[in-house]
């Protein structure tokens, strides 16, 4: 499948065109995005069409399906403002960057766009994670921060059955 960028795309024109330096865990500092092509941006999900959803791991620093990697994520207002979190990668979409939903350690638990993950290592207080089903996004290579960890295969198998009803990819 080749990448095209579909006008849904949210993307922002802020920030200073260098990565964020890392921020102390009380620091409230919004870090701007990354405005050197390594974006990561929301897409909506009808821009995808059929999507291959496969657990493929490989610690080789690139960002892989199964593997939760640290990127900046845009928050919903779409406002040039985000912040530095995990996202669990789904799929490859082109040579350059990957398939995401992001994680939360905030509890939904009445909420059917938030899937229960449980403890892992990415992240490193060791609470609980859920990943949004609600928001997808593109991640390039360049726009990942660190890899976190891989989730098992079953569980990755969880969300992507999950993913694969919402959104009939």
């Known amino acids: 499948m080749t990448s095209r960028r579909a006008p849904s795309e949210r993307t922002s024109t802020r920030g200073s065109g260098t990565r964020p330096a890392p921020r102390s865990p009380g620091s409230t500092r919004t870090p701007p995005q990354p405005s050197n092509g390594a974006r990561t941006v929301e897409i909506d999900s009808r821009t995808l069409g059929h999507q291959r959803l496969g657990y493929s791991p490989q610690r080789d620093a690139r960002p892989d399906p199964g593997e939760v990697v640290w990127t900046w994520v845009p928050y919903e207002e779409n406002d040039g403002r985000g912040k530095d979190r995990p996202?669990?990668?789904l799929a490859r979409l082109s040579a350059n960057s990957v398939l995401a939903v992001q994680l939360t350690s905030?509890?939904?638990?009445?909420d059917r766009g938030a899937l229960e993950l449980g403890a892992g290592p990415w992240d490193p207080s060791g609470r609980p994670s859920w990943v949004r089903l609600d928001r997808l996004f593109r991640v390039t290579d360049g726009g990942m921060r660190r890899e976190g960890s891989a989730l098992?295969?079953?569980t990755y198998a969880r969300v992507a059955e999950a993913l694969q009803q919402r959104y009939r990819f």
């Open 152 to 154: 098992d295969a079953p």
């Open 87 to 89: 996202v669990l990668v």
């Open 106 to 110: 905030k509890a939904h638990p009445d």
